[in-house]
């Protein structure tokens, strides 16, 4: 289990790693690298999902690993309170950039192994927190430079994160 703390309050993760475990594995590596401490939960759209772990505070992008292979096809769903990995257009390109789902989200799921059908990863799910999770969802949103929408207007930030083996 990791704990996500935030400037809203606590977010208690339970992970899939029989399911997903490449993609479990690079999670907890950012968490116990530090890399998720104090950064933005940069993306929020009511209705579909926050998305954190790419910027710090003033959208200062941090560095990553090299991208992981998608996982997607598990068999686990983008429903309410599932988190997956970000990624582009490209399906195997997720580095450390995740998302809560707030909706449930079917077109994100796996349905072929083709650029467009590959979906995104699901790797585990909000056990504690989803009031929390519901809280920045329905924060005030607003645009950042040319490239950045749905930016909360107030930072949302994770403050740190707690692995518990």
Known sequence: MVTLHT????????????????TVANFLQYCRDG???NTLFHRV???FMIQGGGYGPGFEEK?????????????????VGAI??????????????FFINVNDNDFLNFKSA???????????????????????KGVATGTRGY???????????????????
């Open 114 to 136: 083709t650029t467009q059908g590959f979906g995104y990863c699901v790797f585990g799910e909000v056990s504690e927190g989803m009031d929390v999770v519901n809280k920045i």
């Open 63 to 79: 560095e990553t690993r090299a991208a992981i292979k998608n996982e997607a096809d598990n068999g686990l769903t983008n429903k």
């Open 84 to 97: 997956a990995m970000a990624r582009t257009m490209e399906p195997h390109s997720a580095t450390a950039q």
């Open 45 to 47: 759209i009511d209705g």
């Open 35 to 37: 890399h998720y401490d």
């Open 147 to 165: 490239m950045h929408q749905d930016v909360p207007v107030d930072d949302v930030l994770i403050t740190g994160v707690t692995v518990s083996e």
């Open 7 to 22: 400037t809203y309050g606590d977010i208690t993760l339970t992970l899939f790693a029989d399911k997903a475990p490449e």
